[in-house]
């Protein structure tokens, strides 16, 4: 039985449509997509994998102001991670199979996910419902 590889490569946004038709052309399966957020945007990592003993993670840099291409027109599943990517996150993702729109989870506060990373940032804006709610600081931190 061959060993079980576990690769994580970094590509450019610009080169994920490619990507993912390379993954779909060679039979691959694709299992999800991981989002965090990072001091300067996000890192998505789409995972795949081509048989039992290899799975393949791309990651690829994103910022609030890029367009992310979809994947699911190609892998249908992965419309349920971009869904959840773009309400958490409030990454903007084109092309989705199955486009929730903003309505895939029903949330108090629009992309609770995307981590303030400056104070500026100290309050979250609801802009579905109009609602501004204060970030807890951190123990030790100013208000």
Known sequence: MAAYQDTFTSIPLSELATLAQSKKDEGARFINIHAATVADGFVLTYTFTSNETVTDNCQVHVTADDVVPAISPLFLAAFVFENEVHDL??????????????????????TPMAVPTKPEHATAVNTKYGATVPVKQRKGEEQ
């Open 89 to 110: 996150f409030g990454i903007n993702i084109e092309g989705i199979a199955v486009d929730f729109k903003g309505d895939f989870y029903q949330i108090s506060i629009e």
